[in-house]
Nanobody, 125 residues
């Protein structure tokens, strides 16, 4: 059974950092991309970053240069390191598993079919 569990969210001041974790089980990270998405209050969910086995990754323009996605296949965990956080980064962050094996990854929400419960990130002074 596919399961994704996010952790690492919290309250941080602007300019601070957080590292989110996505613990995956029930499938292999070697074959499926993992994406991080976020949803701010009153807004639609948007893609943040995704990663695939060969190290390929994609980032949303809004977070590029501030966010790094990485994976640890041994521990079946995908991380999202977020630096220089801004108030507009506030939201619930979800990780998700791609529906099918692919060569690359995209930030299209429709391609991801298994989701975690989310972790809250609040950037505020």
């Amino acid at each position: 059974q596919v399961q994704l569990v996010e952790s690492g969210g919290g309250l941080v001041q602007p300019g601070g950092s957080l590292r989110l974790s996505c613990q995956a089980s029930g499938f292999s990270l070697d074959y499926y991309a993992i994406g991080w998405f976020r949803q701010a209050p009153g807004k639609e969910r948007e893609g943040v970053a995704c990663i695939i086995r060969e190290g390929g990754s994609e980032y949303a323009d809004s977070v590029k240069d501030r966010v790094t996605i990485s994976r640890d296949a041994t521990k079946t965990t995908v991380y999202l390191q977020m630096n220089s956080l801004k108030p507009e980064d506030t939201g619930v962050y979800y990780c998700a598993k791609d529906a099918v094996p692919r060569r690359g990854c995209t930030l299209m929400e429709s391609t991801f079919h298994s989701w975690g419960q989310g972790t809250q990130v609040t950037v505020s002074s």
